[in-house]
């Protein structure tokens, strides 16, 4: 059997103020596959987010990207983030942001001018490349968050909210480019508050709540065993059960 593209044993994280945010959570990911992630906010999901991508530090528990512990240089260079906030530098141009965050995995100037031009012609920024980010629509500055997570190349593609806010065209424009992304082996984590979205895209969906997942299927499956019938249903009847 394959590695998993991610591998989560009883992971914890409780901080400094006492709160739990991650309780024992177990999680694998099967190489390959489109996996959701649902839950109501303070449920753990930007916490496991942070903690895969070494941004927040687990309390115990153990994490491997692709048969990688979490932190090492081949695990971090596995792993794409598109955030839900929209963080980029303010006084570069748009293909600026992306060559110098090219340059955080150690590819050199040329390399990262090249996967730069190619990521903005993927997300259909190209057009754009010179000028600043603030100078974008709110759309375009979501694509351009999007086209820097996939400067590396990345096994394992995380996605915090990617469509939050954007048009119905830019939605489904980003909804194309997974899906093609997805079949040619990237292995994808989302977490959306649209759950249409969810059981349109993921070939499985897992519900987190308190910190723990409390359900985990294809939304078919997870309808019929909790006789819904619609994925809005199902999310509620599973956290009620759990609450």
């Known amino acids: 059997m394959p590695e998993p593209?991610?591998?989560?044993?009883?992971?914890r994280k409780t901080y400094a103020d006492g709160f739990t945010a991650l309780d024992d959570l177990d999680l694998t990911i099967p190489a390959g596959s489109f996996f959701g992630l649902l839950g109501p906010n303070g449920a753990g999901k930007t916490t496991l987010i942070g903690s895969v991508c070494n941004l927040v530090r687990p309390t115990g528990g153990a994490i491997e990207v692709f048969g990688h512990r979490a932190?090492?240089?081949?695990?971090r260079a596995s792993v794409g983030l598109a955030e839900q906030d929209i963080n980029v530098d303010r006084f570069?141009?748009?293909?600026?942001?992306l060559v110098?965050?090219?340059?955080?995995y150690g590819l050199g100037r040329r390399e990262s001018g090249?996967?730069?031009?190619?990521?903005?012609?993927l997300v259909g920024l190209t057009g754009k490349a010179r000028v600043t980010a603030p100078e974008l629509s709110g759309g375009m500055q979501r694509r351009l968050v999007f086209a820097?997570?996939?400067l590396n190349r990345p096994r394992l593609l995380i996605l915090d909210e990617p469509t939050a806010g954007?048009?119905?065209?830019?939605?489904?424009?980003i909804w194309r480019l997974l899906r093609t992304l997805n079949a040619a082996g990237t292995t994808i984590l989302l977490t959306t508050h649209y759950l249409e979205e969810a059981e349109a895209l993921c070939d499985e969906i897992a519900l987190i709540r308190a910190g723990s997942i409390v359900a985990r299927g294809s939304a078919e499956?997870?309808?019929?065993?909790?006789?819904?019938?619609s994925i809005a249903d199902l999310y509620q009847r599973v956290l009620a059960v759990a609450s």
Request: net charge neutral; glycine share 8%; aromatic share 6%.
């Open 71 to 75: 932190g090492t240089r081949e695990a």
């Open 166 to 173: 954007v048009d119905v065209d830019l939605r489904a424009d």
């Open 114 to 121: 090249r996967r730069a031009d190619e990521a903005l012609e």
């Open 148 to 150: 820097r997570a996939l």
């Open 100 to 104: 110098y965050h090219a340059g955080y």
């Open 5 to 11: 593209a991610l591998a989560v044993t009883g992971l």
């Open 92 to 97: 570069l141009s748009v293909r600026q942001v």
């Open 221 to 229: 499956e997870l309808r019929a065993r909790y006789a819904a019938g």
